[in-house]
């Protein structure tokens, strides 16, 4: 009773505590910032692999379901059965996220909702809808087949609709976090929820996370089907994982090809938006982690080229293209080691003094835009041009106007590479905004290439004759560890872009609105940001290996996925691209 | 002859012939870390030219595998066995020795400017700031002058008289002062930027601007306004460099 009475009493006391909320509760052992951090770039890693694989899983469904080659069908099963496997995942670590922000940051995630409530039911609707779509697409594979295939089709089109509409949804929230619309100066709304939602850089990221989510899907597949090549007991199972991930690793170029551009105009867009922000990142403390970035991205582009190098091996007929090969690595080295090349260097002070500065007065020229953006549009070439030569390594153009084709598509390269080389040393003569506005016909150069050589291509080899079937699950083992690496590079570079992205914001939680007055209201050095993302990346890998020996064990005992058979493809047709 | 179709000697001549190249071409030599940085990627490169078919990659190794277990070889494996972990522990010895100068450092590009600064007790807006003094084109040439007596009277004896970075004092310092010549520097930033260098020096650095040392002393204390846009006129119009402009909004 009395022990009652003085509950009763306090009750009044409790109340009051728990209305004096504090604006920061401290994460046990880790603090909070790495809690958040470690769970979000989890969730982002996830969120990112199950709205990219589904984009080029439909995309593969529809091209079996048009030509009625079964192995289609097979291959954008599995895609969406590891989408699947990672769904639960991704919203358990979503849910978590959300928990750590109302827990430990909720003054901060009282103010969002402040402003973002009114998506919040929004999200919610199209994380069911995209649910529920998922569901009846995966397990309706066989029940909506035959001629009730387009049903199963538009289901796969409208996950994707979903998909994206979430991305868009939660784009707004971070977004609004770096360059925040919509509100007055002390940080309330003042009008429509929608000047908040297309702030400055909603659509640069929208389109860079789309592009960028894609390349991560097609790396993580292709890590899975390599992953399943070396661990697979028959050559049909290497053979079926070997083309599967040839796909992924396709896929996941075709997308890295425009990605670069992409960055650029999130790039620009965030300096435009606040040129303090974009000196932070480009010029000031992070711009080292463009020089790692560029590390990485070097070694996408020469694991990609690689990996097609070590395929051609599969092909009969592709030896007559290897003799492009030294070509093709010298000028991809080249523009690896201009786009690394810092342009405030690591030196003594010796050094310096022997430099006359900590500009190299030859090697600083390759440490500005134009440089770089010339070695990266020439990389691409170089990869297209690649990919060109695996394509018709085993096709002999039977058209007569072939030799005017051929002589078109080099013609457009030098073409484009005569623009990509003129517009990168244009740019040391004149003033940087003009300078910029050059990185705009340098992609137009490229992309027009890719477009005129594609555009002859296709018709130029269509009904081609073959001088072999390529010999799938015939490959390199080592091509299949590439394939392992390009996953885990292109996601270390995820988070560590993903932190230069959040970082430019510093002592902001909302830029400029709500200040960041947590104990960890530093931004952390470039050292310790890479290791943690390195243990996030090994602990994402860890779930997905998970995953795929989850995605192994439901098919054991079974000697058909799904239903229906896994289709055999060793020596498999050469009409797949 | 045949130790040249090696694929392995190859591999081994395109490694020596590019570091002679970087060591020995570029001038003055490259950094240590840019060296080191281009022969990794040398190295990629070469690795993935000699892996990229299985006959290269067989030929390749085979002189590999050769010295590792043909019987032989016996004496190779010997001098191997103790050359190399020589040359492992010479090189942690470098690397972990003391020297008599201070380690190398990452150096940011540029310091972040900050949105507004306080000069003499008012407020500047430092983004979208234009110099004010260009829109007097009547008065360019007098301002031109202005901005050259005054350089000459504070900047010359660090930056140099050729605007090079070269000056009398500049050898003492580290890092050294900046060069208006090189391409790099004024001609990558606005006008505003500048002002707020040049009026809140190293001292007035935001915390946000580390890691960046700086000895420019704070002119604001010693420069009018009008000044300070003065000389930034001269430092553009004598390196014949355009400073950046800002962006139309969106």
Redesign the interface.
């Known amino acids: 009773m009395v022990a009652l009475l003085t509950l009763l009493s306090a009750l009044p006391a409790l109340a009051q505590d728990a209305a004096k909320e504090p604006a920061y509760r401290a994460f046990p052992l880790i603090g909070s910032r790495l809690a958040v951090w470690a769970i979000a770039q989890l969730h982002l890693n996830f969120a990112a692999f199950i709205l990219g694989v589904p984009i080029f899983a439909v995309i593969i469904e529809i091209i079996g379901w048009r030509t009625g080659d079964a192995q289609y069908d097979w291959l954008s099963h599995e895609f969406v059965k590891l989408t699947f496997a990672a769904f639960s995942t991704t919203a358990l670590l979503g849910a978590l996220l959300l928990f750590l922000f109302i827990g430990y940051y909720p003054k901060f995630w009282t103010y969002m909702t402040s402003i973002f409530f009114p998506t919040y039911g929004v999200y919610a609707a199209l994380f069911f809808a995209e649910t529920f779509t998922v569901y009846i697409w995966y397990y309706g594979w066989d029940w909506l087949s035959g001629s009730r295939k387009w049903i199963h089709v538009s289901l796969g089109v409208l996950s994707n609709v979903f998909g994206t509409a979430i991305l868009l949804v939660a784009n707004s929230w971070v977004t609004f976090m770096i360059s925040p619309a919509g509100v007055d100066e002390s940080g309330a709304l003042k009008g429509s929820v929608w000047a908040a939602i297309n702030n400055?850089t909603w659509m640069p990221i929208n389109i860079h996370r789309l592009i960028a989510n894609i390349v991560f899907g097609g790396t993580i597949a292709a890590a899975y089907a390599a992953f399943r090549f070396l661990g697979a007991k028959t050559d049909e199972e290497r053979a079926r994982y070997d083309w599967m991930g040839y796909i992924g690793n396709f896929v996941a170029l075709s997308a890295f090809i425009v990605l670069p551009f992409a960055g650029y105009y999130l790039g620009r867009e965030i300096?435009?938006f606040?040129?303090?922000?974009g000196?932070?990142m480009?010029?000031?403390?992070m711009?080292?982690l463009w020089i790692i970035q560029a590390?990485l991205i070097?070694?996408l582009f020469?694991g990609s080229?690689?990996y097609l190098?070590?395929g051609?091996?599969r092909i009969p007929g592709s030896e007559r293209y290897?003799r492009y090969?030294?070509m093709l690595?010298?000028i991809?080295?080249f523009g690896?080691?201009v786009w690394?090349?810092?342009?405030?260097?690591?030196?003594?002070?010796?050094?310096?003094?022997?430099?006359?500065?900590?500009?190299?007065?030859?090697?600083?020229?390759l440490?500005?835009m134009s440089a770089k953006n010339t070695a990266v549009n020439m990389m691409i070439l170089t990869t297209f041009l690649s990919f060109v030569l695996y394509r018709r390594a085993n096709k002999v153009s039977t058209k007569p106007w072939v030799g005017t084709g051929m002589a078109i598509q080099w013609a457009a390269l030098g073409l484009a590479a005569a623009v990509v080389i003129f517009f990168g040393v244009y740019g040391?003569f004149v003033?940087?905004?003009v300078r910029i506005g050059f990185s705009v016909y340098q992609v137009l150069a490229v992309l027009g290439a890719i477009f005129v050589v594609m555009a002859i291509d296709i018709p130029m080899f269509k009904g081609a004759r073959s001088t072999g079937a390529i010999r799938w699950g015939t490959i390199?083992p080592?091509s299949q560890y590439v394939l392992i690496l390009l996953a885990v590079t292109f996601t270390w570079l995820m988070g560590l872009m993903g932190f230069a992205r959040s970082g430019i914001r510093?002592?902001w939680h909302v830029y400029g609105i709500m200040r960041d007055n947590s104990v960890d209201a530093v931004t952390p050095a470039i050292g310790y940001a890479a290791n943690m993302i390195t243990v996030v990346t090994i602990a994402f890998f860890a779930l997905v290996l998970f995953i795929f020996w989850l995605g192994g064990l439901g098919e054991k005992g079974r000697a058909e996925a799904h239903g229906h058979a896994a289709p055999v493809i060793a020596g498999g047709s050469d009409r797949r691209p | 002859m045949n130790l040249f179709r090696s694929r392995f000697a190859q591999a081994v001549v395109v490694l020596v012939i590019a570091f002679v190249i970087f060591r020995f071409g570029i001038r003055p030599p490259a950094p240590w870390s840019v060296l080191t940085l281009y022969m990794a990627i040398v190295l990629l490169a070469v690795l993935i030219y000699v892996s990229s078919d299985s006959d290269s990659w067989r030929e390749f190794m085979r002189p590999i595998r050769s010295t590792l277990v043909a019987p032989d070889k016996r004496l190779a494996r010997l001098v191997l066995l103790i050359v190399v972990p020589l040359l492992f522990g010479y090189y942690a010895y470098t690397q972990a020795a003391a020297k008599p100068q201070a380690p190398p450092e990452l150096r940011a590009v540029h310091p972040a400017p900050p949105g507004s600064i306080q000069f003499r007790g008012k407020e500047i807006q430092i983004t979208g700031l234009d110099n004010p003094l260009r829109k007097d084109q009547a008065n360019f040439k007098k301002h031109f002058a202005a901005g050259a007596e005054i350089y000459i009277r504070n900047c010359v004896y660090c930056h140099g008289d050729n605007l090079d970075g070269k000056g009398h004092f500049a050898f003492g310092f580290n890092p050294p002062p900046a060069n208006f010549q090189d391409p790099g520097t004024i001609a990558m930033l606005q006008e505003a930027f500048l002002f707020w260098r040049i009026a809140k020096g190293g001292p007035g650095l935001p915390k946000e601007s580390t890691p960046w040392n700086s000895v420019m002393p704070a002119w604001e204390d010693r420069l009018t306004e009008e000044q300070i846009w003065q000389v930034i006129i001269y430092l553009y119009d004598a390196t014949g460099q355009h400073p950046r402009r800002w962006e139309s909004e969106h």
């Not at chain 1, 606040?274 to 922000?277: A, H």
């Not at chain 1, 480009?282 to 403390?285: D, K, L, R, S, T």
């Not at chain 1, 810092?342 to 007065?361: K, N, Q």
Request: proline share 4%; aromatic share 12%.
């Open positions: 400055f300096y435009a606040n040129q303090t922000m000196i932070t480009m010029g000031g403390f711009s080292w590390i070097g070694v020469m080229n690689y190098w070590l051609m091996e290897r090969v030294p690595i010298g991809l080295a690896f080691m690394a090349t810092p342009r405030s260097m690591v030196i003594t002070l010796d050094e310096a003094r022997a430099m006359g500065g900590t500009h190299h007065p030859v090697l600083g020229f440490g500005v040391y003033e940087s905004l390199a080592r510093q002592h």
